[in-house]
């Protein structure tokens, strides 16, 4: 009775010092390996070599197993149990393993899928945008969403002179801008027209001449590439992160389909700006003014609403040509259309209606907001100068004001005729005022 009864205490004591005795070659053997290799601890989890030491554990332990039990139970059924520990270590390895590889497959196809739906919003929303600023912000948000992005910037290829000039950048914690630093990745892009990867190996950009060539040390990482439509290259696409490592070749396989649509985007709303705005004042062009102005003409007849035109025409602009050169009058003309963009509001639009005439347009605007308006740009107007040699540039401004529907509610004609009328009395009237028809 006492051997069986010892055979039942070994038999029940066994499973608990095999788990006591696994653990503790388990804590050993991990305090070896972090001893050993400290800086790799993360990177090592998986090893091959560390994994197969932990399984061969099993056997010198089923073997202080079979001395404990010797007596009681026969080796050969020790080896059988130890045999099948090994095989159960073995199949849970495996299933974890595979638990592992397709948690890494759903990770890679949710990565997929946002990525398409990025792809997605990106054709949906700016094919149809004729903004170049909205464009930018549109590609920027939709890229921040499948890339670590600490730098975005666009540059684009200046269609007179060819030269690549940026027009946006965004650095994560400040306030986007244009007026960055061309990098010369960039320029290699553009003249490669093919992308660029940088952050996977010094010694092929030490090859290209490339080393630090996206910028300061503090993005080791960047992707660059070519805006391009039909081989022509428009510009250049940049992202670039503080990680090491940040990219491989798949985002960038991904930034050159999405910078495939930005392209097309982006030479459209350019297309668009050279039909619309005058390239020197950056206002309206007259046509595509005065078909906006007969929007709202009919807009304001169907609902009864009101609003606003300005005629506005520089008193002694020949005299600044005359005295200073065309060029004078030409930086006169730019930094006036700038002026005058900075004093209207967003729903506002102006046109260069002559040399130096212009138009506004003030939807949902009555006498006093549009007096209000009026006054600010005279005093603007006469406020700016441009330096020269000599005495510094400058003029003033007569504006004519005509209202709808008080002057002119049977015609658009008859509102534009009222409103020139207005400035010409003006005019007469000692220059550098404003009247109301």
Not at 43 to 48: E, I, K, M
Not at 161 to 180: A, D, K, P, W
Not at 219 to 224: G, M, R
Not at 300 to 322: C, P, Q, T, V, W
Request: proline share 3%; hydrophobic share 45%.
């Amino acid at each position: 009775a006492a051997p069986a009864a010892g055979g039942v205490r070994a038999a029940i004591l066994s499973p608990v010092l095999y788990l006591v005795l696994s653990g503790l070659a388990l804590g050993c053997a991990w305090l070896l390996r972090d001893r050993s290799a400290p800086a790799a601890a993360a990177g090592a989890a998986g090893s091959p070599i560390h994994t197969a030491f932990l399984e061969m554990l099993n056997i010198p332990l089923a073997w202080i197993l079979a001395s404990y039990l010797g007596p009681v139970v026969r080796p050969g059924s020790l080896l059988l149990l130890s045999s099948l520990i090994l095989l159960g270590a073995w199949g849970l390895r495996k299933l974890a393993q595979a638990r592992s590889e397709l948690q890494t497959a759903n990770d890679a196809l949710a990565a997929r899928v946002s990525e398409l739906a990025t792809l997605h919003s990106i054709g949906r929303e700016i094919v149809s945008s004729l903004d170049l600023q909205k464009v930018f912000i549109i590609v920027e948000r939709e890229c921040r969403k499948i890339l670590d992005i600490s730098r975005f910037s666009i540059s684009l290829t200046d269609p007179a002179s060819g030269v690549l000039e940026n027009v946006y950048q965004h650095t994560r914690g400040e306030s986007g801008g244009r007026g960055g630093k061309v990098r010369r990745v960039e320029k290699w892009v553009a003249a490669e027209k093919r992308g660029m990867r940088i952050g996977h190996g010094d010694d092929e950009l030490a090859r290209r001449g490339l080393r630090h060539a996206g910028g300061s040390g503090d993005f080791p990482s960047t992707l660059a590439v070519p805006l391009i439509v039909e081989e022509r290259v428009v510009g250049v696409l940049m992202v670039q992160s503080v990680l090491r490592e940040a990219y491989d070749e798949h985002h960038l396989a991904v930034l050159t389909t999405i910078a495939q649509q930005a392209a097309v985007a982006i030479e459209n709303a350019r297309n668009y700006r050279m039909a619309t705005v005058d390239s020197l004042t950056g206002v309206s062009l007259r046509d595509y003014f005065f078909q906006r102005v007969k929007e709202e003409h009919h807009r304001a007849s169907r609902y009864h609403s009101r609003f606003a035109l300005l005629m506005i025409d520089l008193d002694g602009f020949k005299e600044i040509n005359d005295s200073h050169g065309h060029q004078v009058g030409d930086r006169y003309l730019n930094l006036l259309g700038a002026e005058i963009r900075s004093h209207l509001r967003a729903a506002d639009l102006a046109c260069r209606y002559g040399g130096d005439e212009f138009c506004i347009l003030l939807p949902e605007t009555g006498f006093e907001g549009a007096h209000t308006i009026a006054e600010r740009l005279r005093s603007a107007i006469a406020r700016l100068t441009v330096p020269t040699e000599g005495a510094p540039a400058r003029t003033t401004a007569s504006i004519g004001m005509a209202m709808f529907p008080d002057h002119g509610a049977d015609s658009l004609a008859s509102l534009l005729k009222h409103a020139d009328q207005a400035l010409y009395r003006a005019k007469r009237q000692g220059k550098d005022q404003v009247l109301p028809f």
